[in-house]
Every structure is written in structure tokens, then in C-alpha cells.
């Protein structure tokens, strides 16, 4: 794979155990990397574990921990391996197998054109300059964090389509396809690209106020935390309520890539304002060379 793994802590019933467990030996998941040597060398019985066994492309950790039965009674103790990605991915703003995996841009290209665990998708099918702009403005700190980040473990052997939709949870994202390109976007201030009037708006107008099954109060962020298990934060405004006249008006928000209380009330505060906001106009409009090459995500004036 494109992007190699690095691991860190193992933790044994949720608790680090530098004390306890020492991480001797890792693969990164290079597709050329040769076998683990030390359990080539170690292992009981020298057919378990040979050269040959390479695990191309495949990221793993060889450790030994010393036993305590008064810490484990119960016996050997299932192990979690604290791993990141190293900063190997490709990036579009420089060219070279520099970029982090932490970052929800370089890693969307990442899974769409990786050929063994992605979609295998070709540099020509991809629009490199919406992800190096999408990964500078994930990059942008804001209240001394990054914007955004991505954080989680991607199963591979899910549906590429639900991956995709995951990731771009991570970073108010969308994906979409146009002039023969992957393109990336991120829901952001943007400066309108033109202006719609009475010079080029045609026939009737189809104005939506919305309702209150799409306006919300109240948001429950479903997310990861730091050590990797599920957390809640919540988005709570009684001023709103108040103006919807003390009815609680709630949704669930699920953020799978997302370690961080801050950050995952940064996007649900993004969705509980963009439910506010729920004014929509439908119209026809004379074909121009300005009208043809609008995309999905431009702004423009009304």
C-alpha cells in the first residue's frame, strides 16, 4: 500500500503496558518488505514463521509481554495496538509520498487510487487540485487545532461507496464527479463564482421555507475518542429551542473518523447552523457558457 503504518502503545483492558509489553519487531505494510526476522528466529518451531512469510502489504507488529496473574487471572490478555499511518501518502501539493494520513483529503485520494485495499482509480481520473486545496484548508488551524482531521480504522472489505461516505464525515466532505474527474469538496465559505437574476433566470420560481422535521436544537455526536472507544458529545442550544417554542428538536450524528470532543462539536455546530438555514429556490436558467460549467458546491448569487 501506498501509505505505510507505524505502530505505538499496546494496551491490554484498555490501559497502556509499556511495563508490561515491548513492541520488538513491526512491519509498516510495504509491498517489497521482507519477513519479520525475529519471529523467524524466535518462534518455537522454525515451519510457524519463515522468510518466506513476507505479508506483503500488510501492516503487523511482532511483541512480547511478560506475563502477571495477579494483573491477568484469567490468562493470556487480548492485545490493542495504538498504530498511525506514517507520512508517506501522496500529496498533490508537493508530489512526493509526503502527506499525512491524517489528513481526510490525502487520505480520500489515497483509498480512491490505491490498486491493492482502494478503488484503483488512475492519477488522470482524479482532480488533484480540489484535494491539495481541500487538504489546505483541512490543514488550517482553528482554536489551535487542525480544522480537520481523520482519525479511525477504514475496513477494506466493506463497500467502497459506505468508505467513502465515512470518511468524508471526518471533514464536511463530499465527492463528486465531474468533466471526467473525482473531485473533492469540503462545505465551506466560498467567494460566488456568479450571479443569478432577471437577465438570466427563466419562467416560474420554486421557493422552499422548510420544516421542522429538518430543523434541529439539539445534536448528539456519536464519535471515537482518543483511546478508541465510543463517546458522545452534544450540540445544545436553548436559544433555539426557545424559538421553536420549548420542542426539543434532536438528531443523531455519526462521526466515525472523528477522536475529538472540540472537533466533533466543531461539526456538529456546522450541522445544527446549517439546519437553521433551510430557504431553497428552484428555477430554470438560460444556457451560458457561465451557467454550463457550474458544479456541485459552487457559490453563486441569487
Known amino acids: 500500500s501506498e501509505g505505510e503504518v507505524e505502530f505505538h502503545n499496546i494496551y491490554f483492558n484498555d490501559e497502556i503496558n509499556d511495563d508490561l509489553a515491548e513492541i520488538i519487531e513491526y512491519k509498516s505494510g510495504a509491498v517489497d518488505q521482507s519477513a519479520c526476522s525475529l519471529a523467524a528466529h524466535d518462534l518455537p518451531d522454525d515451519s510457524i514463521w519463515t522468510q518466506d512469510h513476507k505479508l506483503s502489504a500488510t501492516a503487523y507488529a511482532f511483541y512480547q ?4 496473574n495477579n494483573k491477568f487471572p484469567s490468562g493470556i490478555p487480548n492485545a490493542t495496538l495504538d498504530a498511525s499511518l506514517k507520512d508517506t501518502l501522496h500529496d498533490p501539493r508537493t508530489g512526493l509520498l509526503n502527506g499525512s494520513g491524517q489528513n481526510p483529503a490525502l487520505f480520500l485520494r489515497n483509498y480512491l487510487s490505491d490498486e491493492i485495499y482502494g478503488l484503483g482509480l488512475t492519477d488522470v481520473e482524479l482532480d488533484d487540485s480540489s484535494y491539495a486545496a481541500m ?70 420560481w420554486s421557493i422552499t421555507l422548510g420544516s ?50 472540540k472537533r466533533a462539536k466543531q461539526i456538529g455546530t456546522i450541522f445544527l447552523n446549517q439546519s437553521r438555514r433551510q430557504e431553497a429556490c428552484k428555477f430554470n436558467a438560460a444556457l451560458t457558457n457561465e451557467t454550463i460549467a457550474l458544479e456541485i458546491g459552487d457559490v453563486v448569487h441569487v
Do not use: W
Request: charged content about 25%; aromatic content about 6%; hydrophobic content about 35%.
Open 212 to 261: 421542522k422535521r429538518t430543523r434541529l436544537n439539539r445534536i448528539k455526536i456519536n464519535y471515537i475518542n482518543e483511546i478508541g472507544k465510543e463517546d458522545i458529545a452534544v450540540v445544545d442550544s436553548e436559544a433555539l429551542r426557545i424559538a421553536d417554542n420549548g420542542l426539543l428538536l434532536e438528531k443523531t450524528l455519526n462521526l466515525p473518523f472523528t477522536n475529538n470532543s
Open 135 to 204: 487538504a489546505n484548508y483541512c490543514d488550517q488551524l482553528v482554536n489551535g487545532q487542525k480544522r480537520y482531521t481523520l482519525n479511525g480504522v477504514l475496513n477494506t472489505l466493506n463497500d467502497p461507496k459506505e468508505n467513502v461516505l465515512k470518511i468524508l464525515t471526518s471533514c464536511m466532505g463530499s465527492l463528486i464527479f465531474t468533466q471526467g474527474k473525482y473531485k473533492m469538496i469540503i462545505d465551506r465559505p466560498d467567494v460566488p463564482v456568479m450571479t443569478f437574476d432577471e437577465g438570466n433566470i427563466i419562467g416560474k
Open 65 to 68: 509481554h511478560k506475563h502477571d
